[in-house]
């Protein structure tokens, strides 16, 4: 009714669980076969494995924002678990939550 006051806009956007040993990730190359290389947050390059699951609900190009969860058996791989859309990229990028080894959003 009269005027349009702008409020603070309340984002939910999923965060990698420590506690499960998520971290953030970016693609890097597709591979086929629902296989990503991935550069994750630590700074190494990982196979990222999109499990049956998520296979068709969630399509990955290059340069998506994601989260995996390295194996503990091969520390080489990991599981994809969670792909950010372009709004949630930028969002986390400009809120600071990124570590600077992923943060291609600026």
Request: with cysteine; net charge positive.
């Amino acid at each position: 009714m009269g005027r349009d006051v702008p409020q603070e806009e309340v984002v939910r956007v999923r965060l990698p669980s420590t506690r499960d040993g998520e971290i953030f990730a970016v693609a890097d190359q597709l591979l086929g076969a629902s296989r990503i290389r991935v550069m994750c947050a630590d700074g190494k390059s990982r196979l990222g494995r999109i499990p049956g699951k998520l296979k068709k609900r969630m399509w990955i190009r290059e340069g998506d924002l994601l989260i995996v969860k390295p194996w503990d058996f091969q520390d080489e791989k990991s599981d994809i678990r969670h792909r950010y859309t372009k709004t949630e990229s930028t969002y986390l990028s400009r809120r600071g939550i990124l570590p600077k080894s992923v943060d291609i959003f600026r």
